[in-house]
T-cell receptor
Framework: DAMVIQNPRYQVTQFGKPVTLSCSQT?????MYWYQQKSSQAPKLLFH???????NEADTPDNFQSRRPNTSFCFLDIRSPGLGDAAMYLC?????????????FGPGTRLLVL | RKEVEQDPGPFNVPEGATVAFNCTYS??????FFWYRQDCRKEPKLLMS???SGNEDGRFTAQLNRASQYISLLIRDSKLSDSATYLC?????????FGAGTRLFVKA
């Protein structure tokens, strides 16, 4: 059974049209992460939630926002997608944010911006 | 300098070969280390954690050298199914850094 679920798996949007990607987890993990991965590049952490505490990476553009209404769900909002935002967006969870904690990834949402 | 650097790859090896991947990291305060595997167009999946004492899981052996800030992964008796991208991951508290990955192709 899938433990970290991402919807949709593929998303096509228009330049400048807001889009929301969703992630849910059945693991009851405290921490949820959003990564952006472009072709042949490393996943890049955008932000993470520890419970309700939001932690933004310093170089994450303001265009990217996130919401976590409850433990199970976390959303990535891209307010005005640009062509450069086309990528795979990966959601991950971990029990805690301790360094030794492994992260469990969802299957990702591939975003295409036209 | 990138925070986590890996062999550029790709590595093309025959079945049964032994292949080694290297990874270096720049932050000496890093606390935990992992190897993840990522298949094409799929999500990363944990392969193994890396400990200072070294650890082995079947055909896979991981080593950590904190003094040199160096991590390695050795795959013995390569299988076709080992073909994937191998990501080195370094975690220092709240910051998780992925390497760009090394692609491995195992051929019959």
């Amino acid at each position: 059974d899938a433990m970290v679920i991402q919807n949709p798996r593929y998303q096509v949007t228009q330049f400048g049209k807001p889009v929301t990607l969703s992630c849910s987890q059945t693991l009851n993990h405290n921490v949820m992460y959003w990564y952006q991965q472009k072709s042949s590049q490393a996943p890049k952490l955008l932000f993470h939630y520890y419970d309700k505490d939001f932690n933004n990476e310093a170089d994450t553009p303001d265009n990217f926002q996130s919401r976590r209404p409850n433990t199970s769900f976390c959303f990535l909002d891209i307010r005005s997608p640009g062509l450069g935002d086309a990528a795979m967006y990966l959601c991950a969870t971990s029990i805690y944010s301790a360094p030794e904690e492994t992260q469990y990834f969802g299957p990702g949402t591939r975003l295409l911006v036209l | 300098r990138k925070e986590v650097e890996q062999d550029p790859g790709p590595f093309n090896v025959p079945e049964g070969a032994t292949v080694a991947f290297n990874c270096t990291y720049s932050n000496s305060a890093s606390q935990s280390f992992f190897w993840y595997r990522q298949d094409c167009r799929k999500e990363p999946k944990l392969l193994m954690s890396v400990y200072s004492s070294g650890n082995e899981d079947g055909r896979f052996t991981a080593q950590l050298n904190r003094a040199s800030q160096y991590i390695s992964l050795l795959i013995r008796d390569s299988k076709l199914s080992d073909s994937a991208t191998y990501l080195c991951v370094v975690n220092g508290g709240f910051k998780t850094i992925f390497g760009a990955g090394t692609r491995l192709f195992v051929k019959a």
